[in-house]
């Protein structure tokens, strides 16, 4: 005897849902360059198909280093963490000083742990002449530590300040645009590889 088969629920593919990106803007200086790269990083995020974009500044972060849970502490982190936490990707803006990443980026990132597991992780520097690749390679090793995967194309500024005209745009756009778009291109694959492999098996690291 043949019976009806019920209709099946049918989801969109991981790939038609828009990858939940946190833009986390890594400097605190006075005076720091940062914005205008941020401001024209989230400008090729949101160009770019299938990310939904938040920003996390450690500029309006400033949570002490000692790790104590004051009530100002709690109050940030109440602002900070859920945007870490619901992220499926990460886009890390770090400039270059004394050949590292600032003492503000590494604290927010120490603050969290959790919320960095199992999720890619795109490197985006400026600095002088290394263009804040220095930096860049030691977050790899942070990130690593985190569960994080950290992807392999970055876009790095050298002399950044020379890069930029007084409205903040690019000078010349055409190598970081197309540098922009590669490693974009790689975030949204790792984003949307960890997606379906967390469904089909929690990461358990």
Known sequence: MKTAMEPQAHTAPSSAVPVRVTLVIGSNRTGR??????????G??????????????????????????TPEA???????????????AFIVLTPEYNHSYPAALKNLIDWHFHEWRAKPVALVSYGGMSGG???????????AELHATTVRDTVSFHNAHASFDETGHLKDPTAPNTA????????S???????????????GG
């Open 33 to 42: 360059f940062g914005s205008v790269v941020a401001e024209w990083l989230l």
């Open 44 to 69: 090729r995020v949101r160009e770019h198909d299938g990310f939904e974009v938040d920003v996390v500044d450690v500029a309006e972060a400033d949570l002490p280093t000692t790790f104590a849970t």
């Open 74 to 88: 709690t109050e940030r982190l109440a602002e900070i963490t859920p945007k870490l936490a619901a992220a499926e």
């Open 133 to 143: 690749l220095r930096a860049a390679e030691h977050l790899r090793q942070v990130f």
């Open 180 to 187: 922009t778009r590669l490693m974009l291109d790689q975030l």
């Open 189 to 203: 694959w790792w984003a949307q590889a960890l997606r379906e492999a967390k469904r089909r098996r929690p990461y």
